[in-house]
């Protein structure tokens, strides 16, 4: 996975950056002639990546003033994205869309999309001022949004004892302070933040450079955690509850007389040979199934939804309950009334194959965490199905390419990938951005 790299930000003033910019040495990678000695790390971290380039070939121009739409050119091009812009589409967003410079429209675009920015409300419009110079305390919201929006993983255990943290004004507290705690800013030698001062080049080179890189990505465990045991099981899902998962992934089905137990397939096959489907057997019967696994006889019997949710209670995982069946609403209130029985209920996420489950599950919880398991080619069309029901994605992991998972996060829908047990192809996955991956073996 990738690293991340943690720095501490030395402010630039004037009187400082002139004095630095005697200390110009040794270059590894950049061409520029006024970088200074302590900078050129950080310097030729974003021009190798082409995050920052100067502004001619030997020249940083490190003590210039970054602006609005400078700015937000360096995280587009540290994003990825493939976003495009037009003065027509910014137009329609921007009472001073004319002032944006051709060569940002694409990152200006992305950024009020993603909501890195939301612009500058004037009366009853919207400008972006591109030109205006960025603050430092502006330059922490800037870089604390890209990093929500990236979902990256940013450290919190940085302190800095800045002496005037009492000068940032109270929108940009919490900015800064995860810039502070997160090693990307850290004030300068005086022990000041300087929230109003503006944001220099090469400060913005080391911030930049200081960035996390490393996604969270959330790990679920597949029907619990079953190298040495059963899948769907009490052991598999204690297994589960023993590691580092984020979530535990288990199916469900009703019996005969509205119980809800924990399997996969729709009928279960006992030790003594007998097959019984679920749906038409009921759990006086079933409780007394032992399990076949690859047609051996074990210990092994169906728990309860019960018994799974109070598991993933116990451990502080979040359960992610697959309905295998397709159910009425009573059927879904009686299986909401015995979550809730356990007191997890509103940690609980629910997925299925069945659109009209999702949305039945949506109606009746509107704050849940609901997702659509597609196994199927992603199609934008579905793009608008999610968004009006608020629904995320958990799609195959065959079935789906960067591009998507950008437009689904740009719709605010997060995305899911299932079943994937190799660790680059997991690397890949992580470096798309997706939020969750589904696991038989990867922590």
């Not at 799609?395 to 998507?404: S, T, V």
């Amino acid at each position: 996975m990738l690293t991340r790299m943690l720095s501490a930000l030395l402010t630039v003033s004037t009187v400082i950056g002139l004095l630095m910019m005697a200390m110009v040495g040794v270059k590894a990678g950049h061409p520029f002639d006024d970088v200074p000695e302590w900078a050129n790390t950080y310097v030729d971290t974003v021009y190798d990546k082409g995050i920052m380039q100067g502004i001619n070939e030997n020249t940083f121009n490190s003590n210039g003033i970054l602006t609005r739409e400078q700015l937000v050119v360096t995280l587009y091009r540290l994003s990825g994205s493939k976003v495009k812009g037009s003065a027509e589409s910014l137009a329609e967003i921007f009472a001073d869309s004319a002032d944006i410079s051709t060569w940002a429209y694409d990152a200006v675009q992305w950024a009020y999309e993603t909501e890195i920015t939301s612009g500058v409300k004037i009366g009853d419009e919207l400008y972006f001022k591109p030109q205006n110079a960025v603050t430092r305390q502006e330059a922490a919201k800037f870089f604390v949004t890209y990093i929500d929006y990236m979902s990256l993983d940013a450290p919190t255990d940085n302190v800095a004892n800045l002496k005037d943290i009492d000068t940032v004004a109270d929108w940009a507290r919490e900015y800064v302070d995860r810039c502070v705690s997160a090693g990307i800013i850290n004030g300068d030698g005086m022990g000041n933040f300087s929230p109003t001062g503006e944001t220099t080049r090469i400060a913005a080179a080391k911030m930049l450079a200081c960035l996390p890189t490393k996604r969270t990505v959330k790990m679920i465990a597949h029907m619990g955690y079953h190298e040495e045991c059963m899948s769907n099981t009490l052991e598999a899902f204690i297994a589960a509850g023993e590691r580092s998962y984020y979530g535990i992934e288990s199916d469900v089905r009703i019996t005969s007389d509205g119980q809800f137990v924990m399997f996969h397939d729709v009928s279960v096959t006992a030790a003594d040979g007998n097959t019984y489907v679920i749906r038409e057997t009921n759990w006086d019967t079933l409780k007394n199934v032992y399990l076949t696994d690859d047609g051996a006889a074990t210990e092994y019997k169906l728990p309860l939804v019960e018994d799974y949710i109070k598991i993933c209670k116990d451990y502080g995982k979040t359960p992610i309950l697959e309905l295998k069946d397709t159910h009425s609403k009573e059927e879904l209130e009686m299986l909401i009334g015995k979550i809730d029985s356990v007191g997890y209920l509103a940690e609980t996420t629910f997925i299925a194959f069945s659109w009209d489950n999702c949305v039945l599950v949506r109606e009746l919880l509107p704050e849940n965490t609901v997702m659509y398991l597609s196994e199927v080619d992603f199609k934008e069309s579905l793009i608008e199905q999610l968004v009006e029901y608020n629904i995320d994605l958990n799609i195959n992991r065959k079935c789906f390419y960067k591009p998507h998972v950008e437009k689904l996060h740009l719709n605010g829908v997060k995305v899911g990938a299932y079943t994937c047990d190799d660790a680059k192809e997991a690397e890949k996955f992580i470096s798309w951005g997706v939020d969750f991956i589904t696991t038989n073996v990867l922590e």
